[in-house]
């Protein structure tokens, strides 16, 4: 598997809505950062969905590598 393109090197802070739903870019190749906007469809990545719980501040991964996708853990940290 080849690797995501990382747009950022630290997490996009979105405030959502209650029950909507988001599809986070994998790819890292969306210029709707960090949201799909079908670019992937040449690479082996898909969107994945995030359903808001509750309207909160949520961080989105932006370097693509976190094991908790969409939602930043910290992994691009080791980036740098």
Not at 12 to 28: L, R, S
Not at 55 to 70: E, H, Y
Request: hydrophobic share 25%; with cysteine; aromatic share 12%.
């Amino acid at each position: 598997m080849t690797e995501p393109e990382s747009p950022q090197v630290s997490p996009y802070p979105i405030d959502v809505e209650e029950k909507k739903a988001y599809f986070w870019c994998a790819c890292g190749r969306s210029n709707n950062q960090p949201f799909c906007d079908g670019s992937h469809k040449e690479t082996e990545f898909v969107p994945v969905k995030y359903t808001a719980k509750r309207n909160q501040t949520v961080f989105f991964c932006g370097c693509k590598r976190s094991k908790l996708a969409p939602i930043c853990d910290g992994s691009h940290k080791a980036l740098n």
